[in-house]
């Protein structure tokens, strides 16, 4: 018993069938995450290293160089390049495709540690980086307020930034731009010079004064105390009270020689929000985050803050999940009209209401029964996934219009009755929609096997196209039939229905289509009696689009 014949005489088992795999599928687009691409992770890491006041010659040749020696060891690297400049070193370093990233940076980290001493001894540890899409900030707020620079970045600091760091699927809060508090001592040199004090002297004793030591413990009975000896700094006036000198005429203060002032730290980086002074907090979601869901519960929490603390205003800048919610929505727009063209081009041609209604079903069907297949692939929902939902929504129709077509021909012509003219027709067709879906997949299914970022971005498309051409000639072998063998009446003579305004369109639909019918016939009786000029007109078409190649620009991705 093939597939036809069970799906049209077990309708109640196919119905259910059919129920659970919209089901499935439903539930499975609800728990779908929202990404605007694929997770694309290069194989490349970067290592940085600073070594403050080294000119580039010296960076080159005292840390670049030693670090790609090192680097050269690790297994998998296939290329190093590097940069040197003031007080900074970069190396980048580019893995075969199909390294664990993960892996190879623990390696680079663990060759570094073992050679970190042919480094020199005042440089900041080298850092290791790896790129990684989702790793950028989902969400940019930009902080402003009336409050002194220094208040606004501790209030941030310390009451902000947990609010929406412990928001769920927030991974990291940076605040840039921020004024951090700094205590500045500003010698003044003829002072030093009267005094007869080295610079030496002033630092060790400053260092000495604001230290915070272990002083010993205690032991009593099965008690044990834990004993230390605060003495750091509390404010400016014990700053300036440091003794740095004790001579026989009196003791040299700090504030004697130099200037305590309670300021902030150099800035590197300038914040300006709506034209005013302000912070920006940069938030990143964690890896399995949702990122439209993410944001959402971010723009919540802004709405709080503010509430909260009225004397800051915080805004959005940027906001990824707005940006993919738009892009994710202005695609399923295109799927859905697409989808729904398909229908009415197929109700035009068709002129049959219950006919299109059959095959109108198999593209919702199929549609929502490969959300289940990239649910359980692992897949998101993105501009790829998407894309190639969109791209497959005209090609589902194709297996199911063929096997209607030859159950309207077993029904009409030969007077089968619909339960028969079903399954004969579905049987007939069977073999060839199955090697027209396979040559289809066929086309796409190098995708798979690309290799680097446009392998990562259009293998899902290509699985989606697949999912959606398996489901929809699944459902052409099985649903189509059933509801052909219910949907269709017995051919009966009808009397003449009189005119209204469902037969005006039928007509008209009828005289438009047999218009094209005649035209397309003229044509091709025109072609085959002019067979030299049409292969000649051909390739001169096929060599002036060849012609315009040159002149059309190429782009890793279109502008957004």
Same mark, same amino acid.
């Given at each position: 018993?093939?597939?036809?014949?069970?799906?049209?005489?077990?309708p109640?088992?196919?119905?259910?069938?059919?129920?659970i795999?919209?089901?499935?599928?439903?539930?499975?687009?609800?728990r779908?995450?929202?990404?605007?691409l694929?997770?694309?992770e290069?194989?490349?890491?970067?290592?940085?290293?600073?070594?403050?006041?080294a000119s580039?010659?010296?960076?080159?040749?005292?840390?670049?160089?030693?670090?790609?020696?090192?680097?050269?060891?690790?297994?998998?690297?296939?290329?190093?390049?590097?940069?040197s400049?003031?007080g900074r070193?970069?190396?980048?370093?580019?893995?075969?495709?199909?390294?664990d990233i993960?892996?190879?940076a623990?390696?680079?980290?663990?060759?570094?540690?073992?050679?970190?001493?042919?480094?020199?001894?005042?440089?900041?540890?080298?850092?290791?980086?790896?790129?990684?899409?989702?790793?950028?900030?989902?969400?940019?707020?930009?902080?402003?307020?009336?409050? *002194?620079?220094?208040?606004?970045?501790?209030?941030?600091e310390?009451?902000?930034?947990?609010?929406?760091?412990?928001?769920?699927?927030?991974?990291q809060?940076?605040?840039?731009?921020?004024?951090?508090?700094?205590?500045r001592?500003e010698?003044?040199?003829?002072?030093?010079?009267?005094?007869?004090?080295p610079?030496?002297?002033?630092?060790?004793?400053?260092?000495?004064?604001?230290? *915070?030591?272990?002083?010993?413990?205690?032991?009593q009975?099965?008690?044990?105390?834990?004993?230390?000896?605060?003495?750091?700094?509390?404010?400016?006036?014990q700053?300036?009270?440091?003794?740095?000198?004790q001579?026989?005429?009196?003791?040299?203060?700090?504030?004697?020689?130099a200037?305590?002032?309670d300021?902030?730290?150099?800035?590197?980086r300038i914040?300006?929000?709506?034209?005013?002074r302000?912070v920006?907090?940069?938030?990143?979601?964690?890896?399995?985050?949702?990122?439209?869901?993410?944001?959402?519960?971010?723009?919540?929490?802004?709405?709080?803050?503010?509430?909260?603390?009225?004397?800051?205003?915080?805004?959005p800048?940027i906001?990824?999940?707005?940006?993919i919610?738009r892009s994710?929505?202005?695609?399923g727009?295109?799927?859905?009209?697409?989808?729904g063209?398909?229908?009415?081009v197929?109700?035009?041609?068709?002129?049959?209401?219950?006919?299109?209604?059959?095959?109108?079903?198999?593209?919702?069907i199929?549609?929502?029964?490969?959300?289940?297949?990239?649910?359980f692939?692992?897949?998101t929902?993105?501009?790829?996934t998407?894309?190639?939902?969109?791209?497959?929504?005209?090609m589902?129709?194709?297996?199911?219009?063929?096997?209607?077509?030859?159950?309207f021909?077993?029904?009409?012509?030969?007077?089968?009755?619909?339960?028969?003219?079903?399954?004969e027709?579905?049987?007939?067709?069977g073999?060839?929609?199955?090697?027209?879906?396979?040559?289809?997949?066929?086309?796409?299914l190098?995708?798979?096997?690309i290799?680097?970022v446009?392998?990562?971005?259009?293998?899902e498309?290509?699985?989606?196209?697949?999912?959606a051409?398996?489901?929809?000639?699944?459902?052409?072998?099985s649903?189509?039939?059933?509801l052909?063998?219910r949907?269709l009446?017995?051919?009966k003579?009808?009397?003449k229905?009189p005119?209204?305004?469902?037969?005006?369109?039928?007509?008209a639909?009828?005289?438009?289509?047999?218009?094209?019918?005649?035209?397309?016939?003229d044509?091709?009786?025109?072609?085959l009696?002019?067979r030299?000029f049409?292969a000649?007109?051909?390739?001169?078409?096929?060599?002036?689009?060849?012609?315009?190649?040159?002149?059309i620009?190429s782009?890793?991705?279109?502008?957004s």
């Amino acid at each position: 018993m093939n597939l036809p014949s069970f799906s049209v005489k077990r309708p109640i088992f196919t119905t259910m069938v059919t129920l659970i795999l919209v089901i499935l599928g439903t539930v499975s687009l609800s728990r779908l995450q929202i990404d605007m691409l694929p997770s694309i992770e290069l194989p490349t890491l970067t290592i940085r290293t600073n070594y403050e006041g080294a000119s580039p010659e010296v960076m080159e040749r005292l840390v670049t160089q030693i670090i790609e020696e090192i680097i050269a060891t690790v297994p998998g690297v296939e290329e190093i390049t590097s940069t040197s400049s003031e007080g900074r070193s970069t190396v980048r370093v580019s893995f075969a495709w199909g390294t664990d990233i993960d892996t190879a940076a623990i390696d680079v980290q663990g060759k570094l540690e073992d050679e970190i001493n042919e480094l020199p001894d005042d440089i900041v540890r080298p850092r290791i980086r790896k790129f990684d899409i989702a790793s950028f900030p989902v969400v940019l707020l930009g902080i402003s307020s009336n409050l *002194d620079p220094v208040e606004l970045t501790e209030l941030i600091e310390v009451q902000i930034r947990y609010r929406f760091a412990r928001i769920p699927g927030v991974a990291q809060v940076d605040v840039w731009g921020g004024f951090h508090r700094e205590v500045r001592i500003e010698l003044d040199p003829d002072r030093i010079k009267a005094v007869g004090l080295p610079l030496d002297k002033v630092l060790t004793a400053i260092r000495d004064a604001n230290l *915070d030591l272990p002083a010993g413990k205690i032991e009593q009975g099965r008690y044990e105390l834990m004993l230390r000896a605060p003495a750091e700094f509390n404010n400016l006036d014990q700053i300036r009270d440091t003794v740095i000198v004790q001579r026989e005429d009196g003791t040299i203060t700090l504030g004697q020689i130099a200037e305590v002032k309670d300021t902030f730290e150099k800035l590197t980086r300038i914040i300006r929000v709506n034209g005013g002074r302000g912070v920006r907090v940069a938030i990143r979601k964690q890896a399995n985050a949702n990122t439209v869901e993410v944001s959402k519960r971010i723009l919540s929490e802004i709405e709080a803050v503010n509430q909260a603390f009225p004397q800051i205003k915080v805004v959005p800048v940027i906001n990824q999940g707005n940006f993919i919610e738009r892009s994710i929505a202005n695609v399923g727009r295109s799927v859905l009209y697409g989808g729904g063209l398909a229908i009415i081009v197929l109700l035009f041609f068709l002129r049959n209401i219950r006919s299109t209604l059959v095959i109108s079903l198999s593209i919702p069907i199929s549609i929502v029964t490969t959300f289940a297949l990239i649910f359980f692939g692992g897949f998101t929902l993105n501009l790829m996934t998407l894309g190639g939902l969109a791209l497959g929504v005209g090609m589902m129709v194709d297996s199911s219009i063929v096997v209607l077509e030859n159950i309207f021909r077993h029904h009409s012509e030969n007077g089968e009755i619909p339960e028969r003219a079903s399954v004969e027709g579905a049987r007939e067709v069977g073999p060839a929609i199955i090697a027209s879906t396979i040559t289809t997949l066929v086309v796409f299914l190098p995708l798979i096997f690309i290799r680097g970022v446009s392998g990562i971005l259009f293998k899902e498309m290509a699985y989606v196209i697949i999912f959606a051409l398996v489901c929809s000639l699944t459902l052409a072998l099985s649903l189509v039939p059933m509801l052909a063998s219910r949907l269709l009446s017995p051919k009966k003579k009808r009397p003449k229905e009189p005119i209204n305004g469902t037969n005006r369109l039928t007509a008209a639909a009828s005289s438009v289509f047999g218009g094209l019918e005649g035209a397309y016939l003229d044509m091709l009786r025109w072609v085959l009696n002019h067979r030299l000029f049409t292969a000649f007109g051909a390739a001169a078409m096929l060599g002036a689009s060849l012609l315009l190649l040159r002149l059309i620009g190429s782009e890793y991705l279109p502008p957004s």
